[in-house]
């Protein structure tokens, strides 16, 4: 594999560069730089400048709006994104459920749904676990009966990302309760705004209210709003989750962050010298930059095989994605150390310029280190992703 850019990547680049410095807010970059919460109409308003320059879905082909572009040249737009400090695009309608609607849905949702994804017109929200359902998907409870013209869907869902935003959620349900588990589940389409759906918010760690339970009460949900076949939702989900492992990887964003370490270390003293010169927290550095240098290299090789669809690799990237970003928001709190301790709501949700600890860098930094907890359990947590490479790469 060449890892070397070509002449047309690296004006791809530049032309990436100059779009980011001209169109990136001031306030939404300062946000995002400085580990300070985004709302929803932050987010929403950094999707539709992109999609106006028709770049906010790059890994969509052209046929639905995308921009066409090759492996090499999405992994160069979400590396400059990170490095300029764009807020994440919501993975759930772009990344997640898009994919699966262009691969197994029929042309009148592909025509109905890919557009107003595009436009952020639908905000969409994932639900897959449930209270007992949640490493062991499979094990799902929620019901869908059929009744006419409509599914009747009775359940709950939980750790429901930003659903107190969303309009639209994709549900995994179970369709036939006589067959073996994986083979009775159907993957439906649900508009949030459906009688008897009930949205109850659980605040994190961190005090933010990011994830929900989302209750369904009876509610009528259109047969027409069933992707594919019934009862093969299982393969769906399986190829939507491929999707979302590969993109939890994040390389560009921990690139970032990386950086922002380094400046941190660099302020910071210890024995009179920079923090950074101190043997024993050099060499953390030093093996956590390795290791982030050696996930850069295996993203770029699943991306260059990107045609055949998300295979187990997916499951690679994500257990060493995610061990990284914990392990970057860990040597974070130890470079600053006591500074990182006091809880400063108000500075996090912009509410007040400046930090009551007078480090704005550092006041962050803990709450940032609790929600980054999370990130080796969702998308099916690490334990479960070794036990898929196991037994999909390793044949044992």
């Known amino acids: 594999m060449d890892l070397n850019y070509t002449d047309e990547d690296l004006a791809f680049r530049d032309e990436v560069r100059a779009f980011l410095a001209e169109a990136l807010p001031a306030d939404l970059q300062h946000k995002v730089r400085s580990h300070l919460r985004l709302s929803k109409e932050d987010s929403v308003r950094w999707h539709k400048i992109l999609a106006e320059k028709g770049w906010v879905a790059p890994g969509w082909p052209v046929e639905f709006g995308g921009p066409g572009w090759t492996p090499v040249q999405r992994h160069i737009f979400d590396e400059e994104c990170a490095r300029a400090g764009t807020p994440q695009i919501m993975p759930f309608g772009v990344n997640m459920v898009a ?55 009775n359940g709950q869902k939980t750790w429901t990302t930003l659903a107190q935003h969303a309009d639209m959620i994709f549900c995994l349900v179970r369709t036939d309760t006589g067959v073996r588990k994986q083979e009775g589940i159907s993957f439906l389409l649900i508009d949030m705004h459906s009688p008897g759906i009930t949205v109850r918010p659980i605040i994190m760690l961190d005090e933010d209210h990011e994830v929900n339970e989302v209750f369904f009460d009876n509610v009528r949900v259109p047969v027409a709003n069933l992707i594919g076949q019934e009862n093969k939702g299982w393969t769906y989900a399986k190829y939507l989750l491929g999707h979302e ?152």
């Open 99 to 153: 994919p699966v609607i262009m691969a197994f849905g029929n042309a009148e949702q592909k025509a109905y749904y890919l557009p107003r994804i595009l436009s952020c017109e639908d905000w969409w929200c994932q639900g897959y676990s449930e209270p007992g359902a949640g490493s062991d998907l499979a094990s799902l409870k929620t019901t869908a009966v059929r009744d006419g013209d409509h599914y009747i869907v």
């Open 245 to 396: 492992r590969t993109g939890i990887a994040a390389v560009g964003r921990s690139k970032r962050e990386l950086a922002f370490l380094k400046g941190l270390a660099a302020r910071e003293r210890k024995n009179g010298k920079p923090l950074i010169e101190d043997p024993l927290f050099g060499a953390k550095l030093a093996a956590l930059e390795i290791e982030l240098m050696a996930l850069e290299m295996t993203v770029l090789r699943v991306l260059s095989r990107a045609d055949k669809g998300p295979g187990p690799e997916a499951s690679v990237l994500k257990v060493r994605g995610t061990d990284i970003q914990q392990q970057l928001s860990e040597l974070m709190v130890e470079a600053v150390g006591p500074m990182a301790l006091p809880f400063d709501p108000a500075y996090l949700e912009g509410e007040r310029e400046h930090s009551l600890v007078e480090d704005d860098d550092a006041a962050p930094l803990l709450s940032h280190y609790f929600n980054y907890r999370k990130t080796s359990i969702y998308g099916g947590s690490n334990e479960i992703q070794r036990n898929i490479i196991t037994q999909m790469i390793l044949g044992l």
